[in-house]
């Protein structure tokens, strides 16, 4: 799970068609938590996701310093 986040990232901001000639792109952060990290409770679940959305934008912003 290390990396999908990456990879749903990238899926992302891959552009796209939304017409002939136009192309689209976006971005956003993903923070990704398995049951392997909180067991099966879902408040637990995205809260650990929340978090480590977080931790990537700040990662982000100190990296573009």
Request: hydrophobic fraction near 40%.
């Amino acid at each position: 799970t290390d990396h999908l986040g990456e990879r749903l990232a990238a899926t992302l901001a891959a552009p796209f068609e939304v017409e002939p000639g136009v192309l689209v792109s976006c971005g956003g952060s993903v923070g990704v938590a398995t049951t392997e990290d909180c067991g099966y409770d879902a408040n637990a679940l995205l809260a650990t996701a929340d978090a480590r959305m977080y931790e990537v934008k700040r990662t982000r912003q100190e990296l573009r310093r």
